[in-house]
């Protein structure tokens, strides 16, 4: 059973449109909600994290939206480019466990 | 430069070979996990250590069997009893101890295991 669902599989988008890639999660001993982004043949790299005692975070063109209340958190990014090409993983962290989203591979078209 | 390194980067199975995948990390992290990539399934944990000489199963750790004999290094070995062992191998490692443990995992760059 997966601990954290992630959708879509899937997103094709024009540069500078707004992607947005959402995450639930169930359990509530999660404290700690990371996304990486993860290039062909190469290992995920964190882009942003954000704790459930905060509602918005940004850092640069990525921001992180979460709903605690919903078990919800999802990941914007503004003015996509191109190079934002990847597949994207969102995650939660159960102390020294982290569960991770199936992924979303995201296409920004010139 | 401090990071992980896995290698081979990619790596050829026969049916019936055990093959081992290597990790080694200069982070001085304590924590080191091994990941298997599927497509459309995400990243579903194979084995964790917390500490040197010690390691706990994650869900799919059937098939698979690691040791943690120096904080460097966890290697991965994928035996013959692993039914289905083509896919994308991940190695991590994690930081930030403290009560609210780990905050961030480190990748490698990954091994590609094919059986022939």
């Known amino acids: 059973q997966q601990q954290v669902k992630q959708s879509p599989q899937s997103l094709i988008v024009q540069k500078g449109g707004i992607p947005i890639i959402n995450c639930a999660y169930e359990n509530t001993a999660f404290d700690y909600f990371p996304w990486y982004q993860q290039f062909p043949g190469k290992g995920p790299a964190l882009l942003i994290a954000?704790?459930?005692?905060?509602s918005e975070k940004k850092e640069g063109r990525f921001t992180i939206s979460f709903n605690k209340s919903a078990k919800q958190f999802s990941l914007h990014i503004m003015d996509s480019q191109p190079g934002d090409s990847a597949t994207y993983f969102c995650?939660?962290?159960?102390?020294?466990?982290?569960?991770f989203g199936s992924g979303t591979k995201l296409n920004v078209k010139p | 430069d401090g990071g992980i390194t896995q290698s081979p980067k990619y790596l050829f199975r026969k049916e019936g070979q055990n093959v081992t995948l290597s990790c080694e990390q200069n982070?001085?992290?304590?924590?080191m996990y091994w990941y298997r990539q599927d497509p459309g399934q995400g990243l579903r944990l194979i084995y964790y250590s917390q500490i040197v000489n010690d390691f706990q199963k994650g869900d799919i750790a059937e098939g698979y069997s690691v040791s943690r004999e120096k904080k460097e290094s966890f290697p991965l070995t994928v035996t013959s009893a692993q039914k289905n062992p083509t896919a994308f191998y991940l190695c991590?490692?994690?930081?930030?101890?403290?009560?609210?443990?780990?905050?961030?995992?480190?990748f490698g760059q990954g091994t590609r295991l094919t059986v022939v």
């Open positions: 982070l001085n992290h304590d924590a």
């Open positions: 995650a939660a962290r159960d102390f020294n466990k982290f569960y």
């Open positions: 991590a490692s994690m930081g930030g101890q403290g009560a609210r443990g780990n905050t961030e995992a480190f």
């Open positions: 954000i704790r459930p005692d905060v």
